[in-house]
Nanobody, 124 residues
Framework: QVQLVESGGGLVQAGGSLRLSCAAS????????MGWFRQAPGKEREFVAA????????YYADSVKGRFTISRDNASNTLYLQMNSLKAEDTAVYYC?????????????????WGQGTQVTVSS
């Protein structure tokens, strides 16, 4: 099992930036696809971005494409999400997830391991 700990959330004004980090420990990090999801109050958890273990394939939700960038550093077992041009609708708890077991990266049910989440609040 992989233990995941997110950090970097906070309060930011619309148009600002934040960088989320997800530190992984436990099972081999480098062999897992990793993803970021978010959940706003009263809404379902939704896909934000994902990256394969090699970093060669990257996926984004349409709502964040061009504003968010996912990356990973397998040497330090860390996943990142750079968020620019933030909007009020980006407000949510952000979760990192690991290991889709070879299944699709956009479905939260496919991930085996989850962090506890970090709150991102964007004021308009």
């Amino acid at each position: 099992q992989v233990q995941l700990v997110e950090s970097g959330g906070g309060l930011v004004q619309a148009g600002g930036s934040l960088r989320l980090s997800c530190a992984a420990s436990g099972r081999t990090f480098g062999s897992s696809a990793m993803g970021w999801f978010r959940q706003a109050p009263g809404k379902e958890r939704e896909f934000v971005a994902a990256i394969t273990w090699t970093g060669r394939s990257i996926y984004y939700a349409d709502s964040v494409k061009g504003r968010f960038t996912i990356s990973r550093d397998n040497a330090s077992n860390t996943l990142y999400l750079q968020m620019n041009s933030l909007k009020a609708e980006d407000t949510a708890v952000y979760y990192c997830a690991a290991d889709t077991r070879g299944l699709g990266v956009r479905e939260p049910a496919n991930y085996r391991d989850w962090g506890q989440g970090t709150q991102v609040t964007v004021s308009s």
